[in-house]
């Protein structure tokens, strides 16, 4: 296992190679500066500022030395907010985010994992059909939809919950996680469902009901186990996003996330913001994609197998 | 299946459960007293900023976010009054001006204090205007300073001794300032967040004068000299400002503190504003604008402010080259079907390029709603009927309005001049890219006065002025702008002198004025001393809270 997750991590080194050199070319190919605004900026101060944030060095150069600083971990300073370290940034907003995304996950699992295994003990019946007929709403209603729509009802008509914020008023974490985790309950809830139902129909189930257990032992012993790791095998990389999707959400409910200096770095031209951003979430990716293949390696004996057999 | 781990998956589910429903339901059992009403009770002030502020160092800031906390932090030698806008004390006590109206010299208050009570005196701002004319410091508001002697020309490195310059302090509560013409609109100037003093030992502390972003302007690090001083500044959450009790004013001030929020999207804004987390907003989504406006609803405020929607004419396109046939698209922008019925929130419509009632002046009207005339002038031009009228694309950086207006427009020339524009949208600043660069033929544009003068709205079009963009340039208008008004004796003078200017641009029309914006927001009633001015300029030093009426 320890080699499979090293072999992993320094495949993960070019990757991250080929990310910071695409986003450094598009980032500096794209029209409109840093410093550009809608009054004119005298020439002499654009010089000065270049000269400060080195952008009057040749391309490559400054290529060179920002993967010189990344590779000690400094990610420069934010080109929008003078004064402010990008690391200092991404710091101030990953707890939130992490904190959304973690509540965010725990809702979506929680619906998610209910609804597919209620569908797949009666497939094909109404049992089936209602849960999996409001996931699929649930997959297609985008978070800029039912965020609102949870405000209108939730904040403004029976005003139970707050309307926006994050750690301010009780309860103002309750609607953003809903908003950003019904998504992924809805793929969940498909994803589990299909998994529950390749497992209940094989041999050991089988063997299970003729030993006359209960339903309730049956499911939740023998069949969650293996009918769950499509699920899992989705967590790694559904949290990666969950952190780096939750803009729309944050924006909504005026989160102080990551999501939002993810975007709007994007249109300010902060680059090294831009970049830091990046890499941050490919490694986040990177990490969440490992660690849930190693999870499924571990919960899978076939899968166990075969990399003890390559170790 | 016996090694596995004895946590069965159904037991995880209900611990995850468990969490999720502590975490997220219990956490909603609290006390339920909004933020206005709690503000209320404590004298805290709930404030809707728009976006999360770059910086709060006065000369490095640039945005109307960041100038509404400065403006709390911080306070220059006058204030503006919040109902004229006509200059009051502020640090300075009294001033004094020259008879020819280049010399000011001002009495600083002795009881003027830092917020951690270090004396405040002229020497501050001699030592920040210094700072403040550093061209490492990237200062966009430079200009500002441009009236005062040898100011400019510091700036520009062609005067290296700063003694040159037209700041002196005579002695420690006497500042005296030599213009090089009599500038009617300088103590204005002086209010701008720009011309503000920094604390020095402060700014010395954590870096070089010049040098920029240094952490100065963090909270527990700030030191200012407004009514309030900085508690707390958590990013994309919330700035706290809480009275300075060292302020000179201290015992005028009324609020305890004000929460300034980056509420960058008005409809969240607007729903904050409903469930009482704000006492005000920056904005009004247009759509709700109409809502309120139905509902009689007081919190509603709508006001003219001091800044024009226009469009631009890139003057060295061929077609466009021809002045009639930019009166002609000028003439058949029917702006008050513009205004009633696509913006709908009380624009008004602009038919120059100066607001009207600036300092009391009224611009020059010499363009009208006029499709006749409209298609003869096309017809002069050698497109009768809009034939053979070339390709015309309208730019705009990508936003709902200014799509919608652009839509309009399209419509009322396809309508009176039959002639087909396309429509384009930037991102921001690719939009800004292709503007300065010239590479648009008509682009949407914005100005909003940094002063109540026309000077501010007419010196933009100067031959190489970098907010001209047009490529329209006339040696006769840059005299008037540049040298004839400086010099003009009384304020009748000068205000012809701008209106022969403006009469030229108009007549000339490398813009087409569309219309005068508005300014939006939700104020609680309990919410008093709100100010209605053209500069949308607030004073916090004089805001108030009533008991809340719910």
């Known amino acids: ?311 | 299946m016996k090694q596995c781990p004895s946590v069965s998956s159904s037991s995880l589910i209900s611990a995850l459960a468990l969490v999720l429903i502590s975490s997220l339901l219990l956490s909603g059992c609290g006390s339920s007293e909004s933020n206005v009403e709690s503000g209320n009770r404590t004298g805290t002030l709930h404030w809707g900023n728009g976006t999360e502020p770059q910086s709060l160092d006065p000369h490095i800031a640039t945005g109307v976010p960041e100038h509404h906390i400065i403006m709390a932090l911080m306070e220059g030698l006058v204030h503006k009054d919040s109902k004229t806008l006509g200059p009051t004390p502020g640090v300075a006590e009294s001033w004094t001006v020259s008879e020819d109206g280049t010399v000011y010299t001002f009495k600083i208050r002795d009881n003027a204090r830092w917020s951690n009570g270090d004396v405040h005196n002229a020497h501050d701002f001699v030592w920040s205007w210094w700072r403040a004319l550093q061209p490492a410091l990237g200062n966009l508001y430079a200009y500002m300073y441009f009236p005062i002697v040898n100011a400019r020309e510091y700036y520009k490195g062609e005067v290296t001794d700063f003694a040159e310059v037209g700041v002196k302090a005579l002695d420690d509560l006497t500042l005296q300032i030599t213009l090089d013409n009599p500038t009617p609109y300088f103590l204005q100037l002086l209010d701008h967040y720009s011309m503000y003093p920094v604390h020095r030992a402060t700014v010395e502390k954590f870096g070089a004068a010049d040098e920029r972003g240094t952490r100065w302007t963090y909270a527990g690090n700030m030191v200012a000299n407004g009514p309030f001083k900085l508690k707390s500044w958590e990013i994309n959450r919330a700035i706290v400002a809480e009275r300075n009790t060292f302020y000179w004013g201290n015992d005028d001030v009324r609020l305890n503190e004000v929460v300034f929020y980056p509420t960058e999207n008005a409809t969240t804004e607007e729903r904050m504003f409903r469930a009482g987390q704000l006492h005000y907003t920056n904005d009004v989504p247009i759509d709700k604008v109409q809502t309120y406006r139905e509902a009689n609803d007081t919190a509603l405020k709508v006001v003219p402010y001091l800044g024009t929607y226009y469009y631009r004419i890139n003057v060295r396109e061929p077609h466009l080259q021809d002045k009639r046939v930019r009166r002609a698209l000028a003439m058949t922008i029917d702006r008050e079907q513009l205004t009633e019925h696509v913006l709908k929130a009380g624009q008004i419509p602009a038919y120059a390029m100066t607001p009207p009632n600036t300092r009391g002046y009224y611009p020059p009207i010499s363009l009208n709603f006029d499709p006749e005339v409209a298609r003869q002038l096309m017809a002069e031009a050698g497109y009768p009927n809009g034939e053979g009228f070339p390709s015309t694309e309208i730019l705009y950086n990508t936003n709902e309005g200014h799509r919608k207006v652009a839509v309009a427009i399209q419509q009322m020339w396809r309508e009176h001049l039959n002639i087909e524009v396309k429509l384009l949208n930037q991102e921001w600043k690719v939009y800004l890219d292709s503007e300065s660069s010239g590479d648009y033929q008509i682009s949407r544009a914005g100005w909003i006065g940094d002063y109540v003068d026309p000077n501010n709205f007419l010196d933009m079009f100067i031959c190489d002025g970098g907010n001209n963009r047009t490529g329209w340039c006339n040696q006769e208008y840059d005299r008037l702008v540049l040298d004839v008004a400086p010099r003009a004796k009384t304020h009748e003078e000068r205000m012809a002198i701008f209106t022969q200017a403006e009469q030229m641009l108009m007549d000339d029309l490398p813009v087409l004025p569309i219309y005068t914006y508005t300014t939006k927001h939700l104020v609680h009633p309990s919410v008093k001393n709100i100010a209605n001015n053209i500069m949308d300029q607030q004073s916090y030093r004089e805001i108030y809270l009533e008991g809340a009426e719910d």
Request: include cysteine.
């Open chain 1, 1 to 311: 296992m320890f080699r499979f997750a090293l072999g992993r991590l320094l495949q993960a080194i070019p990757v991250l190679l080929v990310v910071i050199t695409m986003t450094f070319m598009l980032v500096h190919s794209a029209p409109g500066g840093p410093f550009s605004a809608d009054k004119a900026v005298p020439a002499e101060v654009l010089e000065a500022l270049e000269a400060q944030y080195n952008l009057d060095q040749p391309l490559w150069q400054q290529y060179i030395s920002y993967l010189g600083d990344v590779v000690q971990g400094d990610m420069g300073p934010s080109f929008k907010y003078p004064g402010r370290s990008v690391n200092e940034l991404i710091y101030s907003g990953l707890g939130t985010t992490a904190e959304l995304g973690f509540y965010a996950m725990l809702v979506a699992i929680f619906i998610g994992v209910i609804a597919g295994v209620t569908a797949s003990m009666r497939p094909n019946t109404m049992q089936d059909y209602v849960p999996m007929t409001a996931a699929m709403i649930g997959i297609c209603m985008p978070s800029f939809l039912l965020g609102p729509l949870l405000v209108l009802v939730f904040g403004i008509h029976l005003e139970w919950l707050p309307v926006s914020g994050w750690n301010q008023i009780p309860g103002d974490k309750i609607l953003p996680a809903i908003t950003l985790g019904t998504g992924y309950a809805a793929y969940i809830a498909r994803l589990s469902r299909g998994g529950m139902l390749e497992v209940l129909s094989q041999d050991y189930i089988r063997t299970a009901r003729a030993k006359g257990l209960s339903e309730f032992l049956i499911i939740g012993k023998h069949a969650l186990r293996g009918g769950l790791i499509p699920v899992v095998a989705f967590l790694g990389p559904a949290f990666a996003g969950l952190l780096g999707g939750s803009f729309v959400v944050e924006t909504i409910y005026q989160i102080p996330g990551l999501g939002r200096f993810y975007v709007q770095a994007a249109f300010n031209r902060d680059y090294t913001m831009i970049l830091g951003t990046t890499v941050f979430f490919a490694t986040l990716i990177i990490l969440f994609n490992l660690l849930s293949d190693m999870l499924a390696v571990w919960l899978n004996p076939k899968l166990r197998q075969q990399v003890r057999g390559e170790g």
